[in-house]
């Protein structure tokens, strides 16, 4: 064997050896996190994933998240399907948008039910968020990150201040308990995913819409309202948008990759429990600024529209959700 001939069998046995290191670092741990959010824009529940996927990678334990943001995987309300069929492995999800599924998810949407961001960190501690979660992980995901956005309520004509003034209106609504107290003030409904609702007011489709205070900055619906009813002191909209995992890909890790997916996700869930409040004061800035008329209810005007709720919207999930009825008193009986 020539010196020649054994350079090049090192040559070739360095090159393998490469490629078998290569090979295993590109066998690493991907993710796939998808959510209809705007991306690189701020919008804080994009943040979250970003953290999450940031932090994961620090870590340095053989697992990376992709993140697919602005609906550009999977269309908004085929989140919680895909995550389920295994397209995707995590989400940032209005959980209403899979009460399809799972009809209990519903109450993370409820008109009147959260009141204010120090309560929605009493009801994640509460036996209604238990009941929640455990329907949660039996349709196949578990909560990596919890995270209630406030919400508000505009109209391109006129200010949304009675159920009176919904009376004949066009109007989108995040989910069903919503869209049975506006059909209940005589609303008629839009159905379609916060992404749409801009598209949706400029051409007529919806006269109004309710939205989180962030999607509500986000996607620029400043630009086609011509006022805002802002939760003040008497908010009514509170929806739960946790990030998710299917029990799938979470049951695929390891140990160290669990670990630290958890770490991750308890930052990105202090860092949206510090902005949270934020988003709420950004939204009104915001409309000020863009010349929208902006506004906030009276506890009289509160009062109306959760007589308008409970006639509607309690009623119908107690009669119509198995074990809606408790699960509503369980959140009632957090103060």
Not at 147 to 160: D, H, N, Q, T
């Amino acid at each position: 064997m020539t010196v020649r001939f054994k350079h090049r069998l090192l040559a070739v046995g360095v090159a393998a050896l490469a490629a078998i290191s290569g090979s295993a670092h590109a066998g690493d741990v991907v993710l796939k996190a998808s959510h209809q959010f705007p991306g690189g824009k701020g919008d804080v529940r994009d943040e979250m994933v970003q953290i999450i996927a940031k932090e994961v990678a620090a870590a340095n334990v053989g697992l990376t998240i992709k993140v697919y943001p602005g609906s550009s995987l999977v269309k908004p309300k085929e989140q919680w399907k895909a995550m389920k069929t295994g397209q995707i492995d995590m989400t940032s999800l209005p959980l209403d948008y899979a009460s399809g599924f799972h009809p209990q998810f519903g109450a993370t949407l409820m008109p009147g039910l959260v009141k204010s961001h120090a309560h929605a960190q009493r009801i994640n501690a509460s036996p209604f968020m238990q009941d929640i979660k455990a329907i949660i992980e039996e349709g196949g995901a578990k909560v990596l990150a919890d995270a209630w956005l406030a919400g508000a309520f505009g109209a391109k004509e006129k200010c949304i201040r009675t159920p009176e003034d919904m009376n004949g209106l066009k109007v989108r609504s995040a989910g069903a308990t919503f869209a049975q107290m506006w059909a209940g003030a005589g609303g008629t409904i839009v159905s379609i995913p916060s992404s749409e609702v801009y598209n949706a007011l400029q051409q007529g489709v919806a006269q109004a819409t309710d939205t989180s205070s962030g999607s509500f900055v986000s996607f620029r619906l400043y630009e086609q309202l011509k006022c805002l009813t802002a939760p003040g002191d008497n908010a009514l909209w509170f929806m739960y948008e946790p990030v998710l995992i299917s029990k799938r890909s979470w049951e695929s890790l390891d140990d160290k990759q669990q670990k630290a997916l958890m770490d991750a996700s308890k930052k990105a869930e202090d860092y949206f429990n510090g902005e949270s409040r934020k988003l709420d004061e950004k939204m009104v800035e915001t409309f000020k600024a863009n010349k929208v008329e902006v506004i906030t209810l009276t506890d009289a005007e509160a009062k109306a529209w959760q007589d308008v709720a409970q006639r509607t919207s309690y009623k119908e999930f107690a009669a119509s959700v198995p074990g809606g009825k408790e699960l509503i008193e369980k959140a009632l009986s957090v103060k």
